[in-house]
């Protein structure tokens, strides 16, 4: 891989960053904001949630103005929408205000959470696209990281530490502004769009020091938006809205937001909630490495196969353990730790990896969209029902709930998701379509 290609993907991938360190901040920044805007436990709800609904709206706006526009400018766009949200959330006096300026975060978490995958997806060589779409999904969990540390070291501040806690995002997201404009235009895209000169030379460009795959675009001018009427692709965009789905059914935010929860109802104290969170955030981190380094050689399905059937057994122990009353055992916190890492290994980063994959070139961004506005929905369903079925069903059922998710995942991944590891994006819609 040229170094110019690594450069820019790691600038696309801030995207991600800035999505992880957005959906996390919130946690440690509630005990402050909660008495400041005098909220009762259900505006709190909402507040949390107003993130997740503004993702929804972003990622529908960005499918068809990624197909218009390009993924550059999009992008810069959700820069700027990131600055302002974590400027405003920082400096906000009312609760209204507050809550807008959550929502315009939304919307750029939202809009990245697809302009990031289906760029770098764009740019790469077959033979590291898996790596390189990868690397979205390890800035995401080191942004989450990110938030984590970060609330710990303002908490002490003593007055308003949560204006801290939001009003520090300005500077990834400033960086990630000033960066983008280094960054080329997707050459894809170009081609697409019919700038060939353009579209060649930022492909020479990112991929001199390679062997050179040549940019080739099959003839995709007969696709339109028509062509959804067609069964062969929605029958795709309906894999990818279903994956995209089960990739929050496995129930990886129930840990990621509510891991204290979880660790309380299991007796242990919450003393060392903060610990236990970090410790969640660096397997995450270290195990999507894993995935990077294998998704290429080992292919996105069997890690698909893998994961799901390993997050099955773990959230199956932790069932048993709970409903046996075993809970307060060393081996809860290794069988959510074991879930966390099959988590990162496969559903986490290739889901990102497969819905940047298996739409062609002409709907990639709008197809792209409609998936993941409906992660979006999945993640909402769970981070608001998952309270209530906690203390509602305990533990055990709850457990058993996302352990049969799981095992429903495997077989949909075994029955629908293609091979698609060291094809082409054009070879792939040419298998696919
Ligand atoms: C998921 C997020 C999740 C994150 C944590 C992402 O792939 O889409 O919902 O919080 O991974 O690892």
């Not at 390890?138 to 942004?143: A, F, N, R, Y």
Request: hydrophobic share 55%; proline share 3%.
């Amino acid at each position: 891989m040229s170094k110019y290609l690594v450069r820019v993907s790691f600038v696309v991938a801030l995207g991600g960053l800035l999505f992880g360190f957005d959906t996390a901040v919130i946690s440690g920044a509630n005990p402050f904001i909660q008495p400041y805007f005098e909220m009762d436990d259900w505006t709190l709800g909402w507040t949390v949630s107003s993130v997740i609904l503004g993702c929804i709206v972003g990622v529908v706006i960005a499918g068809p103005v990624g197909d218009l526009y390009g993924r550059k400018r999009p992008l810069i766009l959700v820069a700027i929408l990131f600055i302002i949200s974590a400027l405003g959330s920082a400096l906000a006096t009312q609760l209204f205000s507050f809550i807008g300026y959550r929502l315009i975060g939304g919307l750029a978490v939202g809009a990245a959470s697809m302009l990031s995958p289906v760029y770098i997806s764009e740019v790469s060589t077959n033979a590291h696209r898996g790596k390189l779409v990868s690397l979205n999904q390890l800035t995401i969990v080191i942004g989450i990281l990110l938030a984590f540390f970060s609330n710990y070291f303002l908490v002490d501040i003593p007055e308003d530490n949560w204006r801290w806690m939001f009003g520090v995002e300005a500077i990834p997201a400033s960086l990630f502004l000033v960066s983008l404009f280094y960054v080329p235009e997707s050459p894809r895209w170009l081609l697409l769009r019919g700038e060939q000169k353009e579209a060649n030379k930022i492909w020479k460009k990112l991929h001199a020091e390679s062997e050179g795959e040549k940019l080739t675009v099959i003839n995709e001018s007969k696709l339109n938006f028509k062509i959804l009427k067609e069964w062969k692709y929605l029958k795709w965009i309906l894999v990818g809205v279903v994956l995209a789905f089960l990739q929050q059914m496995t129930g990886i935010n129930i840990i990621m937001y509510y891991a204290p929860n979880i660790f309380s109802t299991a007796g242990f104290s919450t003393d060392n909630a903060l610990l236990q969170t970090i410790v969640v955030g660096v397997v995450n981190t270290l195990f999507t490495l894993v995935a990077m380094r294998f998704v290429d050689s080992f292919g996105r399905k069997n890690l698909l196969l893998v994961g799901t059937v390993l997050m099955f057994l773990f959230l199956s122990l932790m069932s048993y353990l709970f409903l046996s009353g075993q809970q307060q055992s060393m081996i809860t916190l290794i069988a959510i730790l074991g879930f966390i890492a099959s988590f990162a290994c496969s559903m986490g980063p290739v889901l990102w990896v497969v819905i940047s994959e298996i739409f062609p070139g002409e709907i990639r961004a709008m197809a792209s969209s409609l998936a993941i506005m409906s992660l979006w929905i999945g993640a909402f369903f769970v981070s608001l029902t998952f309270p209530s079925m906690l203390s509602g069903w305990g533990g055990g059922y709850s457990f058993l709930f996302y352990a049969c998710c799981n095992l429903i995942s495997f077989f949909f991944v075994w029955k629908f998701i293609p091979k698609t590891k060291g094809k082409s994006l054009e070879e792939i819609t040419e298998l696919l379509y």
